[in-house]
């Protein structure tokens, strides 16, 4: 049992990062922008603290903290890009 209810846990957290993947990459379609990396794990964070509100997923699909000088350089991106998507 343990087994299943761990392959369960990994396909769902795979199937969790599709999603945010899939919905960045439409992001930066629909925009026409392409994110550097600073700027794509800063989206992931908003991404996934959205998909948490509305899904109720739990918050360890966050792999990694984002640094404040990621923030920084990644603000106005991840602004627009949030602006644009979400419609905030």
Same mark, same amino acid.
């Given at each position: 049992?343990?087994?299943?209810?761990?392959?369960?846990?990994?396909?769902?957290?795979?199937?969790?990062?599709? *999603?945010?993947?899939?919905?960045?990459?439409?992001? $930066?379609?629909?925009?026409?922008?392409?994110?550097?990396? @600073?700027? !794509?794990? #800063?989206?992931?964070?908003?991404?996934?603290?959205?998909?948490?509100?509305? *899904?109720?997923?739990?918050?360890?699909?966050?792999? $990694?903290?984002?640094?404040?000088?990621?923030?920084?350089? @990644?603000? !106005?991106? #991840?602004?627009?890009?949030?602006?644009?998507?979400?419609?905030?």
């Amino acid at each position: 049992m343990p087994l299943i209810m761990a392959a369960l846990y990994i396909q769902y957290r795979i199937t969790a990062w599709q *999603t945010v993947n899939r919905l960045i990459a439409h992001a $930066e379609q629909t925009t026409q922008t392409q994110l550097d990396d @600073a700027s !794509r794990r #800063v989206a992931k964070g908003v991404v996934v603290n959205w998909l948490i509100e509305k *899904t109720h997923l739990p918050v360890d699909l966050i792999p $990694e903290t984002v640094s404040m000088q990621d923030s920084f350089q @990644a603000l !106005r991106t #991840v602004m627009q890009l949030d602006r644009d998507y979400f419609a905030v």
